[in-house]
């Protein structure tokens, strides 16, 4: 597996390589958003692992260029920010996971291996998943064309399932990828979240399998 990291700081760029050559990927790195995305535009490369401080280019917009011009290559994206709308704009932008620093470099390989075991699907600019859409760039939802007015929550928790449709998704996932990890929370919020959400889009959209977790019918 081929792997380009595109990080500035130096210490931590020859860290990532040393750890993942370690573990048999081949890996190339960058230090620079244009680089990063020149690379990434001509690599044959199986995932990318991208800052978000980056001179020349920002992570967010190297992302959101090689989504645009439909170049669907799985990126995890690192950042020392952590709060909520920081992961939700990198989501947004077009990454498929986001890790914040300080991070455990065992939750990075794992995080890695999971993104390279989906590969690399297409990734409409809306998701839609029945009558139900997504618009990430204008934070919009509808259903059968009628507007739906979700909190930041309830829509990150939204955009996750729409990115899994008919997929089992595990409680812990869900924590995982739409709570904010530097903030302990209990696991029953995914459970208040979710009822919340079953009001607004229809109960009979957000099953619950029992002892796994929920699945966005489609």
Known sequence: MRVLVVEDETRLAASLRRGLQAEGFVVDVEATGPGGLDAARHGDYDAMILDVMLPGLSGYEVVRRLRAEERWLPVLMLSAKDGEYDQADGLDCGADDYLTKPFSYVVLLARLRALLRRGAPERPAVLAVGDLRLDPARRRVTRADAEVALTAREYALL????????????????????????????????????????????????????????RLAT
Request: glycine fraction near 8%; avoid cysteine; charge should be positive.
């Open 159 to 214: 955009a996750y399932l729409m990115r899994r449709p008919g997929e089992v998704v595990s409680k812990t996932e869900l924590l995982d990828h739409v709570w904010d990890a530097a903030v302990e929370t209990a696991p029953n919020a995914v459970e208040v979240y979710v009822g919340y959400l079953r009001r607004k889009i229809g109960r009979d959209r957000l099953e619950t399998v029992r002892g796994a977790g929920y």
